[in-house]
């Protein structure tokens, strides 16, 4: 069971990559990058489609993060859910 101390742990390891971000404002994506990064978090997108997203550099894959990023939020499509975390895995991220 997660605790609410794994969770403060996982949240406080900025830069967190959001893997799912969308530049579409109607879209969850979109709404959760914002709604975190107003909160003050350093979020980095994770789009194949988009160099930057409300002005932060977004990569196009979870494998093109720089080192620093520990931390990976996905939300995907369940198609893509399985090759963004092997990736991950692979990496040794969260």
Known sequence: M???KQINEFLDSQPIALAGV???PKKFGY???K???EKG???IPV???ADEIMGE???PSVKMLPPEVQ???VFTKKELLKSSLTVSQSNDRK
Do not use: D, G, H, Q
């Open 35 to 37: 709604e975190l990064k």
């Open 57 to 59: 550099k977004s990569y």
């Open 31 to 33: 709404a959760a990058f």
């Open 47 to 49: 789009n194949p489609r």
């Open 41 to 43: 978090m350093k979020i």
């Open 22 to 24: 969308s530049r579409n």
């Open 2 to 4: 997660t605790t609410i």
């Open 71 to 73: 931390s990976i939020i």
